[in-house]
């Protein structure tokens, strides 16, 4: 397949390129496919601006006879090295097919290895320089970033995702029988992992460094849609992303409970802008996260601090770490 403004297209050519070793020494006749684009710091510092570079460089000595063994070269260079980077000269030696490569190289001809489709195709593999368990420390890659294994064993992520998926089946079943039962089991589940859990441990991080944190829970399950916001008929959006700016920008256009919420919320915010405190006159107290590690929850019904832990599972998604 060739990459072509955007999209895909059918690559409907062999396109190879042969370079010859003549009898005795002396370099290989012929001349390597292009290099796709790339700058001039670029591993091996020839620059590039073409697109027409997906070829097979093919080094074969002169001499007939019988089959000859093919070594598959899978460079390096993080993706945008090239073949014709290295002389292939001195390996056209004696053996079959042998697919080797150093670092990134290395690590796809371990994706060769692993994938059922190229069983029998490859009799040997080399990898230089990484291995298929190889793996980036914490900070390895840039401060602050976690340990990034590039391959994980099969038998041992379907074991761990099964164990894990059975977890969190048994948090968040489906809800109701209806046709959104599903989805909306995973939209919960996402929810608390994605957003409210990492909500919580941003504030706990603030709160420990000695900041004041005032957190809030959204809740209004029949908060009105944004408008101009398509919703799948007879889905319950409930207390979706997004839909609390409906009761501190534009006109809320809910019955009168919600109405009472959007100016109990705008009171908290203008509050906090005038004075750093979002309690005031008239509102239910709004204490700090540190206090408890409370959060406020907004609901029609009733506005008051909730443990957010509980409320999203977060014990679940540490213990499983995803």
Not at 103 to 127: D, H, K, W, Y
Not at 308 to 319: D, E, F, I, N, V
């Amino acid at each position: 397949m060739g990459a072509s403004a955007g999209f895909l297209v059918p690559w409907s050519d062999a396109r190879s390129s042969f370079l010859v070793i003549p009898d005795g020494d002396g370099p290989p006749t012929g001349k390597p496919g292009n290099r796709c684009p790339r700058a001039a710091d670029s591993p091996g510092g020839q620059p590039s601006v073409t697109e027409d570079c997906l070829y097979l460089n093919v080094t074969t000595p002169a001499k007939s006879g019988p089959s000859r063994p093919v070594m598959v070269w899978l460079h390096g260079g993080d993706g945008i090295g090239a073949g014709a980077d290295y002389d292939p000269t001195r390996l056209v030696d004696q053996g079959n097919v042998t697919v080797f490569g150093e670092p990134s190289g290395a690590f796809a001809t371990c994706a060769l290895l692993s994938a059922p489709q190229a069983n029998g195709l490859v009799e040997r593999a080399i990898m230089e320089s990484s291995s298929c368990s190889a793996y980036f420390a914490k900070n390895a890659l840039a401060p602050g970033l976690g340990r990034h294994t590039l391959f994980t064993p099969l038998q041992g992520a379907q074991a761990a995702g099964t164990a894990a998926a059975a977890k969190i089946a048994a948090a968040y079943p489906a809800r109701g029988t209806g046709p959104f039962a599903a989805s909306l089991s995973w939209a919960a589940a996402t929810t608390d992992d994605g957003w409210d859990c990492p909500t919580a441990a941003d504030a706990q991080a603030l709160a420990s460094a000695g900041r004041p944190v005032y957190t809030y829970f959204f809740a209004d399950e029949n908060a009105p849609p944004i408008p101009g916001y398509a919703v799948p008929q007879g889905f319950p959006l409930g207390a979706a992303h997004g839909l609390e700016m409906g009761y501190l920008s534009w006109e809320a256009n809910g019955n009168a409970a919600q109405q009472r919420l959007s100016r109990k919320m705008i009171g908290y915010w203008t509050n906090f802008a005038r004075t750093g405190d979002p309690t005031g006159a008239g509102l239910p107290t709004w204490p700090k996260f540190s206090e408890g590690a409370r959060v406020q929850r907004f609901a029609p019904d009733r506005v008051g601090p909730i443990d957010p832990q509980a409320q999203s599972k977060c014990s679940l998604w540490r213990q499983l770490g995803v």
